[in-house]
């Protein structure tokens, strides 16, 4: 039941950054916030797919390890441009990290 608590985490993340993002300059809109949501919508997805389907579950698991990784690493972009607190930024990161750990445990337990 680890996917099924990782897809919940990632789409409560999810709703939790909307209000953040929408903070982000008009210049990002197109850019920056487009990309963070892409990658939890794919993530949301590859969770899906990956509980549902065995033969392709390991690349998806990568998949969506990826994309854990570009998150962090837009959102340390977002912090270094000051569109987003230290605080903020911290609970990003701190969450991120959870899913990214709850993800190791389906990866091997699979």
Known sequence: MDDLLLYKKTEVLLLECYPVIRNFPKAEKFALCQEIKQAFYRMLRNITVANNVKSRRRALQEEIDADIKLLLVLFNVALSQKYLSKGKHYQIQV???????????WMRSS
Do not use: D, T
């Open 95 to 105: 969450k991120l990290s959870e899913i990214g750990r709850i993800l190791g445990g």
